[in-house]
Every structure is written in structure tokens, then in C-alpha cells.
């Protein structure tokens, strides 16, 4: 079994995590937990610096509980929606774990919805935690 995690740093994306790792620890899975930039102009340094920091931790943690895994920043030129449904694709991804983030509808129209995009668009099952 292969899950993959939205990361962010964000509380509920070490939700998504933690829920991901009590699933590897039962189906003996491997985790990729990705972070997806866009690359470009839009991304600072201090962003890269932030990206890198979060991969770290979730490492560490994944490290302590013995569960196999791959820490990945993604830039790829795509949205991160868009990239981690690739990446679903391309390897062969069995579930995707997503922390939910709450938005006001203007948000969702002027920004998009990331996980909205993923659980339309995925290869597999998408789980999902506020």
C-alpha cells in the first residue's frame, strides 16, 4: 500500500498525518508526505526555508513511529492540487490523506478549492480532516 499527504505544516494537515500514519501502521504502507509549491516568481525564500522546516518535522515524526516513508517538496509548475494528483497517478498512490482548512465561499471562488480539486480529480480514495 503507498498513502500520500497533502503537507503544509498546518494543524490540520498533521492531522491528515497522524490519521495516514495510524492507516500505514495497520496496512504496513509507505507514506510520502509532499509539499507542493509552484515555483516561480511566487514562491519567496522564506517560503522554500518554511516548506523545507515542515518536511523536517513530519520526518521526525514518522521516524519515531517506525513508519515508512518519503519526504518530498514538489516544484513542479503546477498547482498543488494539480500536483499531487499527478503524483497520485504516477506512483501508484492507494489513498490520499488531506487536511481541510475552512474558507468563506469568496475564498473558495477567488482561490480555489486545493482539496476540492483532489478529491474530484483523484486516482483513489481521498480521506479527508479538519
Avoid at 523536517?56 to 492540487?81: C, M, N, W, Y
Wanted: proline share 2%; with cysteine.
Amino acid at each position: 500500500m503507498k498513502y500520500l499527504v497533502g503537507y503544509n505544516g498546518s494543524p490540520s494537515s498533521k492531522r491528515a498525518l497522524q490519521l495516514a500514519c495510524n492507516q500505514a501502521e495497520k496496512a504496513d504502507a509507505l507514506v510520502y508526505v509532499v509539499y507542493s509549491m509552484e515555483g516561480g516568481s511566487t514562491e519567496t525564500e522564506e517560503d522554500i526555508r518554511k516548506a523545507a522546516e515542515a518536511l523536517e518535522e513530519a520526518k521526525i515524526f514518522l521516524s519515531d513511529l517506525s513508519v515508512r516513508h518519503e519526504t518530498l517538496q514538489l516544484v513542479r509548475g503546477f498547482s498543488p492540487g494539480e500536483d499531487l494528483v499527478k503524483f497520485a497517478a504516477e506512483n501508484g498512490i492507494n489513498q490520499i490523506f488531506l487536511g481541510l482548512q475552512k474558507r468563506s465561499k469568496a475564498q473558495k471562488i477567488l482561490l480555489g478549492s486545493t482539496a476540492q480539486y483532489i478529491i474530484l480529480k483523484a486516482p483513489c480514495a481521498v480521506t479527508t480532516t479538519k
